[in-house]
């Protein structure tokens, strides 16, 4: 087994490692987290050692809605023939396949914005096609729900919507009319419970894998402490702020760590460390968060590796072996944030960073993506049965059924 290598010999490694680019079927006793490459948005699908199966999100940025955002959209992956939330579903059947699953077990929600939950035009039922189910457009989480079954539906605000302030945009709007949707055809939805190891659970043969959990590290501000399941509040209460200083949507985002062994995985929707220039002493809540989840071996870069995101407190923190990007703008990553995952004056040692996707006019103005792992594809991580070892495998996104591009590993965990 091998542990981690010094970037420099990344290639060396992975072609010593590999007899065949090529990534087996999950196996029961294995865990796959599959960062999926659309070009638009976050989406993580996560098959389990049971075979329990989660989703974290399913963005779906579209073209054509804002025409002054456009030319900083990456290009859709692998086309445009189809909604982003739709190449999200047809990857996750053949997923779902392997494992003879016919369904989503858990749906997360990180937060309320487009990229994390689709993005509608509403109204233009010709970019944003009515649900065959009920009264609502369909574009990311309900394009994947119109076309395999979800279960139960994890957010950070339900069922009232109104922290911290009332959810009334027509995307939201949206999103809730399909929960209601959800619900009268027999889903369950569920406002995610910080501090919490079973609220999110092993559906299948939970006994067999007991080193497996998720701990919800976070909702709303409100953190876990690490002892119990005791929380603690880190936002202000409402009615000591201006109505211009509440929580960002961001900021309000809910967070977990996996465990499955020695392998930990964290994920943060777009927590950042904004806290205007002091006007907000209590905003840097991704610090706060990194700190409760300890390190880990693979961290989701926060705020798809924003200006406002992924600050050295929080990569201290986390210490991870491997950061995954999950990108759609030209500026994801910047280069501050860039250069805080590859400090290795933050903390010592090797240390890898994938991003899903990448503008090419990034490549130009951010020197240091040379030194990203992998720039475009589907990144996989596989857990080996024990726990204490895992791959990466990053897939080809520019067609649907895009091979194995490069493989790393097997790592280590610590």
Request: net charge negative; charged share 20%.
């Amino acid at each position: 087994m091998l542990a981690l290598a010094p970037l420099s010999h990344l290639e060396k490694l992975a072609a010593a490692t590999q007899p065949a680019l090529s990534l087996a079927p999950w196996s029961p006793g294995t865990l796959d987290i599959h960062h999926i490459s659309t070009g638009r948005g976050s989406c993580a699908f996560l098959m389990c050692p049971d075979g329990t199966t989660l989703m974290i999100d399913a963005g779906s940025i579209l073209s054509h809605i804002e025409p002054y955002r456009d030319k900083f959209l990456i290009d859709p992956r692998p086309n445009e023939s189809l909604r982003p939330g739709q190449w999200i579903a047809r990857y996750v059947q053949h997923c779902l396949a392997e494992a003879n699953r016919n369904e989503i077990d858990y749906f997360l929600l990180t937060h309320f914005h487009e990229d994390h939950m689709g993005e509608i035009a509403p109204g233009n039922f010709t970019l944003s096609p009515k649900s065959r189910f009920g009264n609502y457009q369909l574009g990311g989480v309900t394009d994947v729900a119109e076309l395999i079954p979800i279960k139960t539906i994890i957010d950070r605000n339900y069922p009232s919507y109104d922290y911290p302030l009332p959810h009334n945009s027509p995307q939201d709007k949206n999103y809730q009319e399909f929960g209601r949707s959800f619900i009268q055809r027999g889903g369950q939805i569920e406002r995610i419970i910080p501090g919490s190891t079973s609220q999110i659970t092993l559906t299948q043969e939970q006994a067999k894998f007991p080193s497996f959990s998720i701990r919800n590290l976070a909702a709303n501000g409100e953190v876990w402490t690490g002892v119990g399941e005791e929380t603690r509040h880190y936002f202000p209460r409402l009615d000591s702020l201006n109505a211009k200083d509440y929580p960002t949507e961001n900021k309000c985002s809910l967070a977990i760590r996996l465990s499955y062994g020695k392998f930990d995985y964290f994920s943060a929707g777009d927590m950042d460390h904004e806290i205007r220039y002091g006007h907000l002493p209590w905003g840097d809540i991704e610090s706060v968060v990194a700190k409760a989840s300890g390190p880990v071996e693979v961290a989701v870069a926060d705020h798809h590796g924003w200006v406002d995101a992924c600050g050295p407190e929080w990569v201290q923190a986390l210490r991870a072996q491997v950061y995954v990007i999950n990108a759609w703008d030209s500026a994801h990553p910047t280069m501050t944030s860039l250069n805080n995952m590859l400090s290795k004056e933050l903390y010592p040692g090797p240390r890898m960073v994938f991003s899903t996707a990448m503008k090419p006019e990034s490549v130009i103005a951010l020197r240091r993506i040379a030194e990203i792992t992998s720039q475009n594809g589907h990144v996989i991580f596989r857990v080996a049965p024990s726990g204490d070892s895992f791959e990466v495998f990053v897939k080809d996104s520019g067609t649907e059924n895009g091979k194995v591009v490069s493989r790393f590993g097997p790592f280590l965990c610590n």
